[in-house]
């Protein structure tokens, strides 16, 4: 179990999220915020600011580029989603602590793997928080659900 310190901060501005417990940097990882900007309005694509926390993480022993489709990982089968910002590796789902990103959790914003690699360190995605697959499946290890985070412009 991690100390009750340990908390993650999501830098808009500098594509940036950094893992500390108190006031040391654990880790800092570049990341890929959304190409819409910042709100929270339901259907915006747009990353959400303020507190949150992890509700909950899924894909603990997925294969680094697993496909994820509703939470759930596709088999070698399965169809791929009808969307080019596919949710891989690892799913972190973030629950917003503040009235005005209450709605975080009912919009599905996940901090997650991406099969967009080269895009990560500039604002591309839908609203997620995406990262390198390596980086997310790393970050994954090293959080628990209840983990503060703190997105910021």
Same mark, same amino acid.
């Given at each position: 179990?991690?100390?009750?310190?340990?908390?993650?901060?999501?830098?808009?501005?500098?594509?940036?999220?950094?893992?500390?417990?108190?006031? $040391?940097?654990?880790?800092?990882?570049? &990341?890929?915020?959304?190409?819409?900007? &910042?709100?929270? $309005?339901?259907?915006?694509?747009?990353?959400?600011?303020?507190?949150?926390?992890?509700?909950?993480?899924?894909?603990?022993?997925?294969?680094?580029?697993?496909?994820?489709?509703?939470?759930?990982?596709?088999?070698?089968?399965?169809?791929?989603?009808?969307?080019?910002?596919? &949710?891989?590796?690892? /799913?972190?789902?973030?629950?917003?602590?503040?009235?005005? =990103?209450? =709605?975080?959790?009912?919009?599905? /914003?996940?901090?997650?793997?991406?099969?967009? $690699?080269?895009? /990560?360190?500039?604002?591309?995605?839908?609203?997620?928080?995406?990262?390198? =697959?390596?980086? &997310?499946?790393?970050?994954?290890?090293?959080?628990?659900?209840?983990?503060?985070?703190? /997105?910021?412009?």
């Amino acid at each position: 179990m991690q100390s009750a310190q340990t908390k993650i901060t999501i830098s808009i501005g500098d594509q940036l999220l950094t893992l500390k417990r108190g006031k $040391e940097t654990l880790r800092s990882y570049p &990341v890929s915020t959304s190409r819409f900007g &910042v709100g929270t $309005e339901e259907g915006s694509f747009k990353t959400p600011t303020g507190r949150f926390r992890v509700a909950k993480k899924i894909g603990r022993d997925a294969p680094t580029g697993t496909i994820f489709r509703s939470r759930v990982p596709l088999g070698p089968d399965d169809p791929l989603p009808a969307t080019d910002d596919l &949710v891989m590796s690892r /799913i972190i789902w973030l629950d917003g602590l503040e009235e005005h =990103n209450a =709605n975080t959790r009912e919009r599905f /914003i996940y901090i997650h793997g991406t099969k967009h $690699e080269n895009k /990560i360190g500039s604002p591309a995605s839908h609203g997620c928080i995406r990262m390198r =697959n390596s980086d &997310v499946i790393e970050l994954f290890e090293l959080i628990d659900e209840e983990t503060p985070v703190l /997105i910021h412009e």
